[in-house]
Every structure is written in C-alpha cells, then in structure tokens.
C-alpha cells in the first residue's frame, strides 16, 4: 500500500509538472491583485484520500502526504495575480469500482475549477489558468 501511495504521488506530481511546463504564456499583462484559493479533495463514502499536490503559477509546489481521510481541505492560500495558474490533484483508494474521489479549486469564495476520477485507485487533478 505504501509503495503504490509512492507511486500515485510520484505520478501526480509528475503530471502537475508536465501540465504546467506545456501550459502557453498568455500576451496579455497579470492583473494586480491576488486571489485567495482554497483547495479540497472529496471522496465517496469509505474511500481514503491519501495524497494532495497543489502547484501555482509562479512554481511554488506543496505536497501534503498520510492523510488517510474521506475529505481534505486546504487552509487558504494567498495567490498573487502574477500566478497565472493553479494546479491541484490527489490520489487516494476507494473500496471498490464504483468509488469517486473529486477535486475542486475555490478561488475567491467560488468553485472554479474541479476533476473527479472513479475506481479503486484514484487519481484527480483540476487545473485553472487566471
């Protein structure tokens, strides 16, 4: 089980990673400002969220492992505006072919973004440009 966890996240953050580096720069100035962005990973019932990855913009990446809960949320972040993007994803394990395990990016108060995966194992990401 650890080692799969090991690999889940590996995986993750390696997608996160590729998803950010492929990602084309916008002409257009940032915005001045930031945004407050809270992150949350939400599993069906019995299903085990086991890791979270967020990445913003500016390439400040957080990894939270050993959660071991249904539901995960993030303390609020304070992005700035130069950012330009936000990347969150989580692994976890369900019970069985039917388990869900859904992500969602607040920003400002709102839902903005969301990813959901369903499966014994799972793996979801979400991913929004500012």
Same mark, same amino acid.
Not at 5 to 26: G, N, P, Q, V, Y
Not at 66 to 86: F, G, H, K, M
Not at 100 to 111: A, F, Q, R, S, Y
């Given at each position: ?15 996160? @990673?590729?998803?950010?580096?492929? =990602? ?15 992150? =949350? ?7 085990? +969220?086991? @890791? ?8 400040? @990446? ?6 071991? @809960? ?15 993007? +936000? ?14 395990? +859904? ?16 499966? =014994? ?10």
């Amino acid at each position: 089980m650890n080692r799969l966890t090991k690999i889940l996240s590996l995986s993750l953050i390696l997608s996160l @990673t590729l998803l950010f580096a492929c =990602k084309k720069d916008k002409d257009d100035a940032p915005s001045n400002g930031t945004h407050k962005v809270v992150f =949350k990973a939400i599993g069906s019932a019995g299903t085990k +969220v086991s @890791t979270a990855v967020y990445t913003d913009g500016s390439g400040k @990446t957080e990894t939270f492992t050993s959660l071991d @809960t249904q539901n995960w949320t993030s303390s609020e972040y304070t992005i700035p505006s130069s950012a330009r993007s +936000v990347h969150f994803g989580a692994n976890g394990i369900g019970v069985d072919a039917s388990s869900t395990l +859904v992500v969602e990016i607040w920003v400002d108060g709102v839902k903005a973004a969301d990813g959901k995966s369903t499966g =014994k194992i799972l793996s979801s990401s979400a991913s929004l440009s500012f």
